[in-house]
């Protein structure tokens, strides 16, 4: 079931300073127990994503659940692979199949390196917003996130909700390539150091608006 998605990340903001922007990518979605292996273009290691960095991405993932009172059987993830060294996840998608349902961990990182996973149990699609990702908003409000397994198309969506302020929307869309050297040459062409880059975009942007007049937030405490 291993398969690349070629995609459009798209970010909006409303307010106080209107900025929307989006750019292309591809994302992986594999099995934890068949982790592909191309050390160049395809690597997943468990430091990049959140738990022991001395354990595997599915003994964390596990791990997370059990803390939960959840067992899993096949957990699938949709991630950024780490590319000629360089990886930058802002979202990690696992879909864990409990035999009862599917249960979803969405993992958010922000480019300061801090990392947090929100659960959603079998028809759940809010959780309330506990980690500090962008520099301009506070740890508040909560999130609604539809976040289907994807099939031939790719389509999630993240939406910030905050007391009498409109809402943040993230998304991305996608179609599904399969996951052969060829394909995986070509998105490498299409998209190079796509990790790098989007870390990079998303940096930039934050740059632009502080430029433009909007000030961050002060944080608040160890979140």
């Known amino acids: 079931m291993t398969a690349l998605y070629e995609c459009v990340i798209t970010h909006v903001r409303s307010e106080p300073i209107r ?52 067992t899993a059987g096949r957990i699938t993830m949709l991630a950024n692979a780490r590319v000629l060294g360089h990886v930058f996840n802002p979202l990690t998608v696992y879909w864990c199949d409990t ?16 990392r947090h996973s929100y659960l959603l149990r079998p028809g ?27 099939g031939e198309r790719l389509a999630l969506t993240v939406v910030l909700h905050r007391p009498g302020r409109p809402p943040f929307v993230a998304g991305v869309r996608g179609r599904r390539r399969p996951a052969t050297g060829p394909w995986l ?25 502080y430029l433009r007049g909007l000030r961050t937030v002060p944080p608040e405490g160890p979140r």
């Open 185 to 209: 040459w070509r998105m490498a062409a299409r998209h190079p150091m796509a990790p790098l880059v989007g870390s990079a975009r998303i940096r930039r942007q934050g740059i632009g608006l």
């Open 124 to 150: 759940e699609r809010e959780v309330a917003k506990e980690f500090r990702v962008s520099p301009f908003n506070a740890v508040e409000g909560h999130y609604r996130l539809s976040l289907p397994e994807p």
């Open 19 to 70: 900025n929307d922007f989006s750019y292309g990518s591809y994302l992986w979605l594999v099995d934890l127990d068949r982790l592909p292996r191309n050390r160049l273009l395809a690597a997943f290691h468990a430091r990049d994503h959140a738990g022991d960095p001395a354990l595997s991405i599915r003994q964390n993932v596990d791990a997370f659940l059990a803390g939960h009172g959840i």
């Open 99 to 114: 035999g009862d349902g599917t249960v979803v961990v969405a993992e958010v990182h922000n480019t300061y390196g801090g």
